[in-house]
């Protein structure tokens, strides 16, 4: 096996991975004809096919938008994902089965329970929860939390099932950008029951810094102690996209990206 080690651009074969974008990751290798890279300390591997898929699917969904946005944060961001727009019955079957494949590839089958956060999460939660069931056999529950504690009829906090001891969970949510959601969600779980939290799955890794100096999910596996990891990575999507057409259409030419990776230089995490 020959490993090649390089911080910023790198070759594999005879394709230029872009750089910049990756400024934000501690280091990048090849590893027989493959890019990998270090996120979090963990090695991740190329692209599989189905997250070339997932962002194919998010450009056709109108999901994921390039342009200027202003971020709840105040940034100025030349990408903004919303993943309110998978609104149609096959749009949210595919998303749940790109959610299922991610979640197995991540973290197995040894999980009970799939919590989606009030509100954009119980949609994911619901139709990640069906799809595990038709790809993989193992009928696991979903959950997710009200906004406000109902006090008649099904009273609680909670929808769907009810968490008990001794359950394995796994979060799901759309996107993280500070890690804000999680610290109101990681609470309510574990005050229903003695839980375990076995990780958080996102649908993009936006890359940028959380609180910190370090990414949002890098930040929430240092305070937290659980995995959190995303579908696909903005690198990737950059990777997947720039300057190759799509439909006809160059979605990230080399004016956006000159804009990607300024907006990384000032924001991307380290």
């Given at each position: 096996m020959q490993i090649g080690v390089c911080p910023?651009?790198?070759?594999?074969?005879?394709?230029?991975?872009?750089?910049?974008?990756?400024?934000?990751?501690?280091?990048?290798?090849?590893?027989?004809g493959r890019y990998s890279r270090s996120e979090c300390g963990r090695e991740v591997v190329r692209m599989e096919q189905y997250k070339e898929e997932f962002i194919r699917f998010m450009v056709d969904s109108n999901v994921l938008k390039f342009g200027e946005f202003t971020l709840k944060s105040g940034r100025k961001s030349p990408f903004f994902m919303n993943a309110g727009a998978y609104v149609t019955g096959t749009q949210?079957?595919?998303?749940?089965?790109?959610?299922?494949?991610?979640?197995?590839?991540?973290?197995?089958?040894?999980?009970?329970?799939?919590?989606?956060?009030?509100?954009k999460g119980i949609p994911l939660a619901v139709a990640t929860t069906i799809a595990y069931a038709e790809l993989y056999g193992k009928e696991i529950r979903?959950?997710?939390?009200?906004?406000?504690?109902?006090?008649?009829?099904?009273?609680?906090?909670l929808l769907g099932s009810k968490l008990k001891d001794g359950d394995r969970v796994v979060i799901i949510e759309d996107v993280t950008t500070s890690g804000k959601s999680i610290e109101e969600t990681f609470p309510i779980i574990t005050a229903q029951a003695d839980v375990k939290v076995v990780g958080l799955m996102v649908s993009l890794n936006r890359m940028e810094r959380g609180k910190g100096e370090k990414s949002a999910?890098?930040?929430?596996?240092?305070?937290?102690?659980?995995?959190?990891?995303?579908?696909?990575?903005?690198?990737?999507?950059?990777?997947?996209?720039?300057?190759?057409?799509?439909?006809?259409?160059?979605?990230?030419?080399?004016?956006?990206?000159?804009?990607?990776?300024?907006?990384?230089?000032?924001?991307?995490?380290?």
């Open positions: 910023l651009s790198f070759f594999v074969g005879e394709k230029l991975i872009p750089d910049g974008i990756y400024a934000s990751i501690r280091r990048a290798t090849v590893v027989n949210l079957k595919r998303l749940g089965e790109y959610y299922a494949r991610a979640i197995h590839d991540t973290y197995g089958d040894d999980f009970d329970v799939l919590f989606g956060p009030a509100y979903y959950c997710s939390n009200r906004k406000e504690e109902k006090d008649h009829g099904d009273t609680g906090i999910l890098c930040e929430i596996k240092e305070q937290y102690g659980f995995e959190a990891n995303a579908i696909v990575t903005m690198a990737e999507v950059t990777e997947y996209l720039y300057n190759k057409p799509y439909n006809g259409t160059i979605y990230i030419d080399d004016a956006l990206k000159a804009a990607i990776d300024a907006y990384y230089r000032e924001y991307g995490a380290k």
